[in-house]
């Protein structure tokens, strides 16, 4: 057995899978599914196993699983079914999407679930007034064809990232999936949490119909049963504090602790199950080198560099500061530096924000003025480069929110962060 398929991050991880926790949300949904009548509306941060739960609870063959990423009306996102569940179209759908449009998509096969690769589109190249005929016409026709398709079935409609789909379509989107869940079919939609309340923003009408379940990012018990599973099932020994370093870097986040584990076995020079006594032992340049190879699995290197210049600047230069480093730097650049150091940390109150930036200088530091001026300014900034809420400033309570744990990570470990 291979350590690829014991530690699979971005994939279902068959001899990683650690559900105890999440027991109580399985019945949850089961009991809701079984009942009918009802959205499920799955939000937690990033990262969080929000997919993996599902497929484990439902199992994949079950799921028709798209994304909201890419939809521009509602019938983009009923095409993406039925080119997974291989509906024909009737002539109304086909001649409506063949007026100079594009319809289609790429799907693999795993096991025996059939995912999506890519996006079916509606493009339709007329008049204004033709192209809003068409296209309603064309979503009441989809609409139709769904709930004829799936209506009474087993199948469950997965609409992961939700929150993508531009507001000016979930309010119609909505609607109709409020018609199709009338008509027996069944949907799990999944969102980030600051956008979990989309999909009832979109339609008053489904409150009530909307059953909420949510994730947080997971403990550091939990984390720790991914290495204890992954690694005995290798054959490697291991020391608790090794392990306990690699899920404070997780942040959370069950599918960095994947990819810890796994780049921990490369270091270690197993890559598949051994008989060898080897054992994961509590080194730092052991963790450096696990850290420094996980961390080329993201890379959020040009966001960092307008991070780090902070917005253009009107009249007089910024302050710099010097710094027990040994480089001289700017509010932003000291900003970039104390959200990387030890203990990381996903969530910053000013003070204990304000105190590691202070505590890297060794001329007195920044104002507080500036240090929140530049809080606000780099959430701008990283949020517009990414095109999501990556990282938040609450000016109201000043507390500054990583949301990607594996952004967390990139400042921590990447070399464009730490120069």
């Known amino acids: 057995m291979k350590s690829s398929e014991v530690f699979t991050p971005g994939k279902f991880p068959v001899h990683t899978l650690v559900d105890d926790h999440l027991k109580e949300k399985k019945e949850q949904l089961l009991d809701t599914l079984d009942a009918g009548a009802m959205l499920i509306s799955i939000s937690g941060p990033s990262k969080s196993g929000k997919t993996v739960f599902i497929e484990e609870c439902l199992g994949r063959t079950s799921l028709i699983q798209i994304t909201g990423a890419g939809v521009n009306q509602p019938s983009d996102l009923w095409m993406r079914v ?31 679930a059939f995912f999506v690769k890519g996006k079916g589109e509606v493009s339709i190249d007329k008049t204004s007034t033709e192209k809003e005929t068409l296209s309603a016409s064309l979503s009441s026709d989809c609409l139709q064809l769904l709930i004829r398709e799936l209506s009474g079935t087993d199948l469950v409609i997965f609409i992961d990232d939700f929150h993508y789909i531009p507001q000016s379509v979930q309010a119609e989107l909505a609607q109709q999936i409020k018609e199709a869940i009338r008509n027996n079919v069944k949907f799990v939609c999944a969102s980030v949490p600051y956008h979990a309340d989309d999909v009832i923003r979109s339609n008053p009408d489904l409150r009530g119909r909307v059953f909420s379940i949510d994730f947080e990012y997971w403990g550091t018990e939990t984390l720790k049963k991914i290495a204890f599973k992954g690694f005995d099932t290798l054959g490697i020994g291991y ?24 780049n921990a076995c490369f270091e270690l020079g197993v890559r598949e199950k051994t008989v060898q006594e080897i054992e994961l032992l ?30 253009k600047t009107r009249g007089s230069d910024r302050n710099v500061h010097i710094t027990k480093f040994g480089w001289n730097g700017d509010v932003y650049r000291l900003l970039v530096k104390s959200l990387s150091i030890d203990p990381p940390k996903l969530t910053f109150r000013y003070k204990s924000l304000s105190e590691r930036i202070l505590d890297i200088c060794v001329d007195g530091g920044p104002s507080g003025s500036s240090i929140t001026s530049a809080c606000s300014h780099s959430a701008k900034i990283v949020n517009d480069a990414v ?23 990139y400042l921590r470990w990447s070399e464009t962060a730490d120069s």
């Open 82 to 112: 039925f080119d997974i569940v291989g509906t024909e179209l009737p002539a109304s759908i086909t001649r409506a999407s063949g007026s100079g449009n594009k319809v289609g998509g790429k799907g693999t096969i795993e096991g025996n």
């Open 282 to 311: 509590h080194d730092a340049q052991l963790h450096e080198n696990i850290c420094r190879r996980t961390v080329q699995s993201t890379d959020y290197g040009s966001v960092v560099e307008l991070m780090k210049e902070g917005p």
């Open 239 to 262: 020391r608790n504090t090794a392990i306990e370093q690699l899920v404070s870097e997780a942040a959370g986040s069950p599918q960095l602790m994947q990819y810890l584990c796994l």
């Open 387 to 409: 095109g999501s809420r990556v990282v938040e400033w609450d000016g109201e309570h000043d507390v500054f929110d990583i949301r990607d744990p594996y952004f967390l990570f």
